[in-house]
């Protein structure tokens, strides 16, 4: 609590600040990097156990080995997650930094002794078992940055989790985990009086990276009383929104044909939102949730059989609800399926395309005809581009230009449209100045045609499905053609590269 306004202003200094955009929920920028204090709130409160000496104290630091390894490992991602927050790193780079960390943690002991099968028995192929705590690892580490999309929901998730684990440690007397999960717990819960929402501040990727691989670490470290049952099961229920989130997230896409690591829209806090819950009712909706994964693996791990059953038969009917209501049955089981795959492979392969005219642009007014185009391709009604001050002379300061893609006029203006009915995105790089205004529809009904174009009637049964599909292919539309503006603010950088 005290050091996070100090990240704040820290963040605003070196422009790490989260701007307003169409994935987001906030309409004011907000400061990144609050990870830096979750991690600082962590790892004082360990240090200070130098200056004690009693049983618990003693165990803490005959673990020292571990706990090194957990900082160093922590610092690494920090610093990771500070690139991205500055300067914006792509998922394949995080990826590259995330693997070999990983990989060396499994080496440095970091890893599932074994792993069971329901109906089969343990696994204890120590290659099997290597690769999975990788896997493990770094899936669980982006999970928790996947879940980060609304005001203290990773940061309360990391805490419930955190606490949970932090009880299970105590009772199999890990007490050094249980300290560290302690500390890592209050840490997160002094950063949500200033996370929850409304959010002053964010934990950014130098936090999420830093939250999913304590969690991740932790789960990993768990022991049973029966050595039969492995870890792995308990590590994957405390885990179990992100998780489930993450494999959401991941079949959606590959049933649409996406890259199963790109961005979209449809994390079940975005559903939430949509079905009419403000902020702090979809996060505590999400608690609820994790509370309910966490006491299965403590009943479980206590093997408490009525406490199990409560928790499964409680769970089971959560989730299915959850998965009906929310849409994500529907999305899943559409007749419509295979004609939106080729849709979203055609606006993939159209983005593709146009970042590849993007690399071969030698002058900005290359870029804003390859942006004009495809702004209109991706059917929004306007859009607003501002070019950066030129380096080279060729274009002025303040140079605004302004596209009608409607009425085909240059003065903006939409006299066949309500303008009451008019929303914007707005994408600003301060490196450059290059800042980009685009105006839609909020109703996904007023592009139907335009995204459904090739559908026959019988394609589709009824407006509401008709309307899910629109929705869900306006949002795709509307976060490639941000992609492309942010591969054209690279190309920027370069032309302008004194």
Not at 6 to 27: I, Q, T, Y
Not at 116 to 142: H, R
Not at 425 to 452: C, H, P, W
Not at 477 to 483: A, E, K, Q, T, V
Request: charged share 15%.
């Amino acid at each position: 609590m005290i050091l996070t306004p100090l990240v704040m202003r820290f963040s605003v200094k070196v422009g790490a600040v989260d701007r307003p955009g169409h994935r987001k929920v906030h309409k004011e920028p907000i400061p990144l990097m609050g990870g830096l204090a979750v991690l600082a709130g962590t790892w004082i409160p360990i240090l200070s156990l130098l200056f004690y000496h009693n049983p618990v104290t003693d165990n803490v630091f005959l673990n020292g080995y571990k706990l090194s390894l957990m900082g160093l490992a922590s610092i690494f991602l920090v610093g990771l997650g500070i690139l991205d927050d500055t300067v914006g790193l792509r998922p394949r780079h995080k990826l590259f930094g995330q693997l070999p960390l990983a990989i060396l943690l499994v080496i440095a002991g970091f890893q599932f002794r074994s792993i069971y099968i329901p109906f089969y028995g343990p696994i204890e192929s120590s290659a099997l078992l290597w690769i999975l705590s990788v896997i493990w690892i770094v899936g669980v580490t982006n999970a928790v940055n996947l879940i980060d999309g609304l005001d203290g929901l990773a940061g309360g998730v990391a805490f419930l989790v955190a606490m949970s684990d932090a009880i299970i440690a105590v009772t199999q007397g890990q007490f050094w985990l249980a300290c560290l999960l302690f500390a890592f717990a209050g840490s997160c819960l002094g950063f949500l009086r200033y996370n929850f929402s409304p959010a002053k501040v964010f934990l950014g990727d130098t936090g999420s990276l830093y939250l999913g691989l304590i969690l991740a670490l932790s789960a990993m470290l768990l022991s049973f009383k029966r050595s039969t049952t492995g870890a792995f099961v308990v590590a994957f229920l405390v885990m179990g929104y992100p998780v489930l989130d993450t494999f959401l997230a991941m079949a959606r896409r590959a049933l649409r044909g996406k890259p199963i690591f790109s961005s979209d829209a449809g994390h079940i806090h975005h559903k939430l939102l949509e079905k009419g819950m403000d902020h702090g009712s979809a996060v505590l909706t999400i608690y609820f949730i994790c509370i309910s994964f966490c006491l299965f693996a403590f009943f479980l791990i206590n093997e408490q059989p009525l406490g199990i059953l409560i928790s499964f038969v409680v769970l089971s009917i959560a989730i299915g609800v959850a998965l009906w209501r929310l849409g994500y049955l529907k999305q899943l089981t559409s007749p419509t399926l295979r004609r939106e795959r080729e849709l979203y492979r055609n606006a993939n392969l159209l983005a593709k395309t146009t970042r590849a005219r993007i690399l071969l642009a030698d002058k900005s007014g290359d870029l804003v005809n390859a942006l004009r185009d495809i702004a209109e391709q991706y059917g929004l009604l306007g859009m607003e581009v501002t070019l950066p001050p030129s380096k080279s002379g060729l274009l002025n300061h303040d140079n605004t230009l302004v596209f009608d893609f409607v009425s085909n006029k240059s003065d903006f203006e939409f006299p066949q449209i309500d303008s009451n009915n008019l929303h914007t995105d707005t994408l600003f790089f301060e490196n450059t100045g290059f800042r980009v205004v685009t105006f839609y529809d909020k109703s996904a009904m007023a592009i139907k045609d335009q995204l459904l174009h090739g559908f026959k009637t019988e394609d589709y049964a009824d407006d509401e499905t008709t309307k899910v599909i629109s929705t869900d292919l306006q949002t795709e539309y509307r976060l490639l053609f941000s992609d492309v503006v942010r591969s054209i603010n690279e190309r920027l950088s370069v032309i302008y590269k004194p």
